[in-house]
């Protein structure tokens, strides 16, 4: 029978390339993930979500897959998945799968072969076009975008006919509108389910429906040339039914869906319980604070009430049907003490302790990225030879192509790089921040990694991880905390953060001071003067009903 586990779980992300390297061979694997459960557990987690675990020739670090029934041999073999799943079940730890898709690999055996021949069974696996004829030139079918790499499209050796890659050229599109595609996936999510996994998240799942016929997009106010034609597309809902009818609900499974810029209307319905499609949905919005437009390498000065909006909207919107994440870092984002004008070498425990606080005490499931919760920075990259994202390259050798000069677009991708969450794991002070023995890791370790490790802020007396083991006891186990109202106050106030959560005669109010100055801020009068919950400072600051906060403090009341 279905559940809604969900609603009272913690998920922790593991991305396994980083995480732990067992065997000192440069790549984090399943033994390491292993080694470190007793850790995540005693975090206050109740379930991981394991970015791609799966066979890929990872032209995108696990997100272009060439098997989506064999565990990559980097990472360890299935009989060590299982094993894996083992542990994490006998700690109470459900196990999250990241599930790509959209596009597979195109060492995919089902692309190579509808790429041999026209008259292959898989041809119509993807989505595969002629180009346009301009007289001598051959053009792509459209004039989509991809992503990552200029053109949505990819020309087929030497023919007239292209693929769709809405990602990056090694990320062929599938054909969704194809009912073997559909029985294909149905039967993947089910192998996984059988074998014990508790869930899924979809990555880029409002994708999956393109419209047709293919044709050009002349819309000149679009984030990406092409998007209305396969963004929330005609068929988004009806095939989120299926995967629901035939083999999400056969389990007390879960679903958390990647969204690439939903329209207002589609994201709720998404996460609609009537529906039947998903449990829930990403929301970033409050994560373009800081930049423009939501391209991430653009900073801008960081607007708190542009965050606030973000954060706080989703939980108002999907309260009375449906449910809510919540969200600071992933492996696509930086890390969140870096940002939003944060200081982080004076105001790291004090910065990430607040942004624990009024994330994770809002509506919704937390989900925390692996090293959010010692407080771990963004890293300074000397070179783009450090940078393993294709993303960063495309975005820098486009900036040059404008002509920015080579170290200006530089500044402009350290600031936004999703490599920052993507080096290894910092565990101590030891050679590669004991992330292995020392055998080069795949990706550079943050030179920090002396200063700022695990066990560094475990030993110490302002214990990141320590204050989010405080936080999360509340949010798991305080009934308001968990299914509370949201309701904002002050929404133009440029420093502070504060809302409450009713639930019954209950109320919880949560407050931070997003700012580096000592702020005076008059609380709500229907709140008269509550029990402190927790607060990332030995003191708070109360008279009536005037509060003074010192920079970047947090505090969480509760009235009954």
Not at 453 to 459: A, I, P, Q
Not at 498 to 505: D, F, G, Q
């Amino acid at each position: 029978m279905k559940t809604d586990w969900y609603k009272n779980a913690v998920v922790y992300q593991v991305y396994p390339f980083s995480f732990m390297d067992s065997d000192n061979d440069g790549w984090g694997d399943i033994e390491g993930i292993i080694s470190k459960l007793d850790y995540i557990r005693d975090l206050g987690a109740t379930a991981i979500w394991f970015s791609p675990l799966y066979q890929s020739p990872d032209y995108d670090y696990g997100y272009d897959i060439s098997d989506y029934r064999a565990i990559d041999e980097k990472f360890g073999t299935m009989a060590d998945f299982e094993r894996l799943l083992e542990e994490c079940h006998r700690r109470d730890l459900k196990v999250i799968m990241d599930m790509v898709i959209n596009h597979t690999s195109t060492e995919h055996p089902w692309f190579r072969d509808a790429v041999s021949s026209e008259d292959s069974p898989y041809r119509d696996w993807y989505i595969i076009r002629k180009g346009k004829r301009e007289g001598d030139r051959l053009l792509p079918p459209s004039n989509w975008e991809s992503t990552f790499t200029g053109s949505a499209w990819e020309r087929i050796g030497s023919s007239d006919e292209f693929y769709l890659h809405l990602f990056c050229r090694e990320q062929a599109d599938l054909n969704w509108d194809n009912p073997a595609v559909r029985d294909e996936i149905v039967d993947i999510l089910n192998f996984w389910l059988a074998k014990g996994v508790d869930g899924f998240r979809f990555d880029v799942f409002n994708m999956f429906s393109k419209v047709y016929p293919i044709r050009d997009d002349d819309q000149k106010d679009t984030f990406q040339t092409g998007a209305q034609y396969y963004v929330d597309g005609p068929h988004m809902h009806e095939y989120l039914r299926e995967l629901n009818d035939r083999a999400l609900s056969l389990y007390d499974s879960y679903t958390v869906g990647e969204s690439f810029h939903p329209s207002e209307e589609d994201a709720h319905a998404y996460v609609k319980k009537e529906n039947r499609e998903l449990d829930t949905i990403f929301n970033f919005a409050h994560l373009d604070a800081d930049n423009i437009a939501g391209k991430k390498f653009f900073r801008k000065p960081f607007d708190l009430r542009q965050f606030k909006k973000g954060l706080l909207d989703p939980q108002v919107s999907y309260y009375r049907d449906g449910w809510n994440t919540l969200v600071l870092e992933n492996h696509d984002n930086p890390r969140s003490v870096s940002r939003f004008g944060i200081d982080d070498r004076k105001y790291r425990y004090e910065a990430a302790t607040m942004l624990a606080t009024i994330t994770y005490m809002g509506f919704g499931t937390p989900f925390i990225y692996m090293g959010q919760e010692a407080g771990l920075t963004n890293t300074d990259f000397r070179s783009m030879d450090e940078l393993k994202d294709p993303v960063s390259h495309f975005v820098y050798d486009l900036m040059k192509g404008y002509g920015l000069p080579a170290k200006l677009a530089f500044s402009f991708i350290k600031y936004g790089a999703r490599d920052h969450a993507r080096v290894p794991m910092q565990w101590d002070d030891s050679v590669n921040g004991g992330f292995n023995k020392g055998h080069a890791p795949w990706q550079c370790v943050n030179p920090l990694y002396r200063e700022i490790n695990v066990r560094k802020d475990l030993e110490s007396d302002h214990s990141v991880y320590r204050y989010y083991q405080k936080l999360l006891q509340i949010k798991k186990n305080n009934e308001t905390a968990v299914y509370g109202e949201t309701h904002e106050y002050d929404h133009e106030n440029r420093r502070i953060i504060c809302y409450s959560r009713t639930w019954k005669r209950k109320k919880l109010f949560v407050i931070g001071n997003f700012s580096s100055r000592r702020t005076k801020y008059r609380l709500p009068e229907l709140m008269d003067i509550p029990e402190l919950l927790i607060s990332n400072y030995d003191d708070v600051k109360v008279s009536g009903l005037d509060i003074e906060l010192e920079p970047y403090q947090a505090a969480v009341f509760e009235k009954k």
